[in-house]
């Protein structure tokens, strides 16, 4: 059975000529889909019976289903998501005000391996099709009823180690006739990869890049993060250079810190002279704990020293509110607590 959400709006015409419908009922299933959010094509009332049918044979708009759900007391949901095969992925919604932001997975599992993070607990166990990543965002809407301001792509899994899908989802979701969510409201994080990023700049998105730093020195950051050994720090900024010259969008710089690891004012001088080079904004992230990577979280003295020594040399700079605890707030930490079949645990 083919994913619907794996379909451009030409892809979806093509299925339906096939089976000898009319231009105008292609456009029909979009609007239903796409914009009304209605995944059952029972309920799409304009289409006659006998096609309502001959689609559900041949199409399926959700192709996973929520075997798993976290609430936290600030209104974040996370969701997991098993796909026909078994794996499992994680999505959530974080509200703030008016502005519902929706955090989805490119991959299950993930490679990258980065020392603190759930995400790459059990390894990576397949890439997601562009459908799937866009899938997320349908459960999630209904799960909380609104439809997303806001998408960012920094859910499990590295979106540039799985770039033809991320970057096919990103249009799907930034398309006018399906989702139709301003680029500028899209966030793509990446843990760094050069040659990808200065891809993503050629393709005409004028989309948000968040890069995974997490350390000021390559020594520090390839301990952190095994797969900065193919790229020192500076390569992954001069890339990070060409995507802001090639869109005049400032680059995040995403910086979780961990107590007694990277969160001391060397580390803080360090990065601010990396910073300063770069037009570009630092998120200080505090490290959401997670059981058997063996980091802690930073004591609030040193987070907000951290910022101010940033701030001082000129870097501009925030800490991100912490948000959805109770809800494994942390990337992977459902998947992980629920049991996938890339770690070995039974479900449930």
């Known amino acids: 059975m083919k994913h619907l959400l794996d379909m451009t709006p030409a892809g979806l015409a093509d299925e339906l000529a096939a089976m000898g419908q009319p231009a105008y009922r292609a456009r029909q299933v979009l609007e239903w889909v796409w914009r009304k959010g209605v995944t059952d094509f029972d309920r799409m009332s304009n289409l ?64 990258m391996g980065c020392a603190f993070c759930a995400s790459g607990l059990g390894g990576l166990g397949r890439d997601l099709t562009a459908g799937e990543i866009v899938e997320q965002l349908f459960h999630l809407r209904a799960a909380g009823g609104e439809r997303a301001t806001n998408v960012v792509l920094m859910g499990t ?28 409201r899209v966030t793509v994080s990446t843990v760094g990869l050069p040659g ?25 950051r390839r301990r952190l993060i095994p797969a900065a050994k193919t790229a020192t720090i500076a390569q992954v900024l001069a890339a990070a250079a060409d995507f802001y010259a090639s869109r005049k969008r400032e680059v995040t710089l995403e910086y979780v810190l961990l107590g007694g690891v990277n969160d001391t004012l060397a580390c803080a001088n360090e990065l601010a002279q990396a910073a300063r080079k770069q037009r570009c904004n630092v998120n200080l992230i505090r490290f959401n704990p997670v059981a058997g990577v063996g980091f802690r979280p930073p004591a609030e003295s040193d987070v907000r020293a951290f910022r101010d020594r940033l701030r001082d040399a000129g870097v501009n ?3 991100r509110a912490s948000r959805g605890a109770g809800a494994d707030a942390a990337c992977g930490q459902l998947r992980h607590s629920r049991g996938s079949p890339a770690d070995g645990k039974a479900h449930g």
Request: charged residues 25%; negative net charge.
């Open 48 to 111: 006659p019976n006998a096609l309502r049918a001959a689609l559900a044979e041949r199409l399926s708009v959700l192709a996973g289903r929520v075997v798993g759900r976290a609430d936290a007391d600030d209104g974040v949901v996370k969701l997991l998501i098993e796909w026909p095969d078994g794996e499992r992925v994680e999505c959530a919604t974080i509200p703030d005000g008016a502005r519902r932001t929706a955090c989805v997975s490119t991959q299950a599992g993930c490679a």
């Open 157 to 184: 899994g590295e979106p540039l180690a799985n770039y033809d899908a991320s970057v096919a989802a990103v249009r799907a979701v930034v398309d006018p006739e399906r989702l139709g969510i301003s680029p500028r």
């Open 317 to 319: 700079v925030h800490i």
């Open 196 to 220: 990808p990023i200065r891809r993503l700049a050629g393709e005409g998105l004028p989309i948000t890049l968040a890069i995974s730093l997490h350390a000021p020195s390559d020594t520090l």
